[in-house]
């Protein structure tokens, strides 16, 4: 039976992933109650095929889940820079881009009404 790469990969993330919940348990004192205790008896009996494949499915998963954070962050780093960079830009009197495209924005409509206002005179 060939296993795919990524399977593994996924299923060393899973691992990674179980390790880090039974650690953050034990850290916090939580106790495990009936529920979880049956999933662990239960997760005995499985063979290593099965236990395989679901380390690969919870991996898998909190793979999703990091990317997704971090890409969450990223955005935020983003944007606190944004807001950073147009506070000194406003300290200093700089002009941002967004400044410049709103100007371009009113002299574009300027430039519309008064093309309006001179064709309108020309057939008064």
């Known amino acids: 039976m060939a296993i795919e790469l990524d ?16 650690i953050e348990d ?3 004192g939580r106790e495990k109650d009936e529920d979880e205790a049956e999933v662990i008896e239960s997760d005995e009996k499985k063979d290593w ?19 997704d954070k971090g890409k969450e ?3 935020k780093i983003s944007d606190r820079i944004k807001e950073r960079t147009n506070k000194v830009f406003s300290e200093l009197g700089l002009v941002t881009k967004e400044d410049l495209e709103e100007l371009e924005a009113k002299i574009t409509k300027l430039q ?5 206002a001179t ?6």
């Open 7 to 22: 399977k593994i990969g996924y299923a060393g993330i899973g691992l990674l992933a179980k390790m880090q919940d039974m």
């Open 112 to 116: 519309r009404a008064i093309k309006k």
């Open 49 to 67: 095929k099965e236990r395989f494949e679901e380390l690969a499915e919870m991996g898998e998963e909190r793979y999703e889940e990091w990317l």
């Open 73 to 75: 962050e990223r955005e």
């Open 26 to 28: 034990f850290v916090e």
């Open 119 to 124: 064709a309108q005179q020309k057939k008064a």
